[in-house]
């Protein structure tokens, strides 16, 4: 059993940054791929960021590469999406999900996620 807990969430403007964590219970953590997903009001949940689980191999959906990057601290457990240059589009509440995949890009692929954390981007 994995659970996840998101955090750093909040209000920004467009141009800004923030950092979302992620952290995670057990002693297998270092085991397993993490991802980044985000689901808007009234839209499907999107996939954003996925690292392996030794943080050798990262991809990024197009709408994010270069202003996003996603990290992970096996020591600490946590996992990291750090975005800049965030813009109203950007608007989503955003979950990490935890897989037994390589470098999954799939919702379907994901055995566990936290409860989500709201970033909202205003102009």
């Known amino acids: 059993q994995v659970q996840l807990a998101e955090s750093g969430g909040g209000l920004v403007q467009a141009g800004d940054s923030l950092r979302l964590s992620c952290t995670a219970s057990?002693?297998?953590?270092?085991?397993?791929?993490m991802g980044w997903f985000r689901q808007a009001p009234g839209k499907e949940r999107e996939f954003v960021a996925a690292?392996?689980?030794?943080?050798?191999?990262?991809h990024y959906t197009d709408s994010v590469e270069g202003r996003f990057t996603i990290s992970r601290d096996n020591y600490k457990n946590t996992v990291y999406l750090q975005m800049n240059s965030l813009q109203p589009r950007d608007t989503a509440v955003y979950y990490c999900?935890?897989?037994?995949?390589?470098?999954?890009?799939?919702?379907?692929?994901?055995?566990?996620w936290g409860q989500g954390t709201q970033v909202t981007v205003s102009s």
């Open positions: 999900g935890a897989s037994a995949g390589v470098l999954p890009r799939l919702e379907y692929n994901y055995d566990y």
């Open positions: 057990g002693r297998t953590f270092s085991n397993y791929a």
């Open positions: 690292i392996t689980s030794s943080g050798d191999s990262t």
